[in-house]
């Protein structure tokens, strides 16, 4: 089976991000991919976290969850969408849930990930700090969802650095993870493939990594670098920059065999 990631550099127009998505997730349909997930904040990269609040919807309600059901309808298409602010009547007004809504080829929703790790963090020898707490609140629940590649794993860019959650992901019977991300240059160069790599060798499983590129208006630098890796940590396709489609074939059934074949999941003694 096909799957894509996308890759974009979106900016702080909605309407304009949601025309790139378009674009792109058909040009993955066209090349018969049966899944396409695209990066964290594919909707809106603001000037501000704060901004995010200012476009945020109300789970199944709004003009970004309807491009996401409608488009996945029109192209037969599973869409994992990366993330986009939602709110909540839990939090205020000024903080947004970064959420990942799964749409299936029907455009009917399947599934709905809020990010629970959130990105404050100083690079200070970058002279970079970032506080995504500060315009966003943590989810809590780990979420899998059953697509026509198996069981997927949801995560959201930082997330990507906590191990115990893709453990937690593989006991809810996930052979695949999707993280689309919105890395920083600075933490890319140094991570983005060793981690990804990891997750999948480490959990026997396949990983579909989409992420931003290039500069944004906040003035972030993102890495790219959107990828594919199979679950013995072979890189299937991969682009470093560019408004793209990476795409690559993947059999659902690898990880199945590689876990039988190499047992390391149920040799593990600390759980």
Not at 31 to 58: I, Q, S, T
Not at 162 to 185: H, I, K, N, S
Not at 231 to 254: H, K, M, S, T, Y
């Amino acid at each position: 089976m096909r799957v894509a990631a996308i890759q974009m550099n979106s900016g702080p127009d909605v309407a304009a991000n949601l025309e790139l998505a378009g674009r792109l997730l058909a040009e993955a349909a066209g090349d018969a991919c049966v899944l396409a997930v695209l990066p964290e904040n594919f909707a809106l990269m603001p000037e501000r976290g704060k901004d995010k609040a200012r476009y945020a919807e109300n789970p199944g309600d709004g003009p970004i969850q309807a491009f996401l059901s409608d488009t996945a309808a029109k192209h037969g298409l599973w869409i994992i969408s990366g993330s986009m602010p939602l709110v909540s009547p839990a939090i205020g007004e000024d903080r947004v849930y970064g959420a990942c809504p799964v749409f299936d080829a029907q455009g009917e929703q399947q599934a709905l990930y809020r990010k629970i790790h959130l990105f404050d963090v100083d690079l200070v020898d970058k002279q970079e700090s970032y506080r995504e707490s500060s315009s966003m609140y943590p989810g809590n629940d780990v979420i899998t969802v059953d697509t026509p590649i198996g069981r997927v794993g949801l995560t959201i860019c930082y997330d990507l650095r906590f191990p115990e959650m893709f453990r937690r992901l593989v006991d809810g019977g996930a052979t695949a993870f999707t993280v689309p991300a919105a890395f920083t240059a600075t933490t890319g160069k140094a991570h983005w493939h060793t981690l990804l790599r990891a997750r999948a060798i480490e959990n026997l499983a396949y990983v579909i990594a989409p992420g931003q590129y290039g500069l944004h208006p906040d003035d972030r630098a993102t890495f790219g670098h959107s990828l594919i890796c199979d679950p013995w940590g072979r890189i299937l396709a991969e682009q470093a920059e560019g408004n793209c489609v990476v795409a690559a074939d993947i059999d659902p059934e690898l990880p199945v065999r590689l876990r039988s074949e190499f047992p390391a999941l149920a040799n593990r003694r600390l759980v």
